[in-house]
């Protein structure tokens, strides 16, 4: 997103009180205990293995570190993950 429109959106979102998540396209985690996570408005997987699941995101990554991951669900925008989840890491934000 341009940067100016990228400002004016924040100052919209912020004003208007809209959700940030739809409006700036960022993601939506929930997490419930260490053992499920779910990721909104993903921009798709980049490294998949039994210990760390990396996910596109709205400027950056973020990667989700632990044991047993599997990935439960994915569809388009939506990504569910299970297993021990011992860390996540947000990049390049």
């Known amino acids: 997103m341009e940067r100016g429109l990228k400002k004016a959106a924040k100052k919209l979102v912020s004003t208007m009180e809209l959700p940030a998540d739809a409006i700036l396209d ?22 998949y293995t039994s210990t760390e699941v990396r996910i596109r995101i709205t400027g950056g ?15 388009k925008d939506d990504l569910k993950l299970e297993g021990v989840i011992t860390n996540i890491d947000m990049g390049d934000q």
């Open 61 to 75: 990554h973020m990667a989700i570190h632990g044991r047993r991951l599997i990935v439960r669900f994915i569809d």
């Open 26 to 47: 960022l993601p939506r985690i929930t997490m419930i205990g260490n053992t499920e996570l779910m990721v909104e408005n993903h921009k798709g997987i980049e490294k």
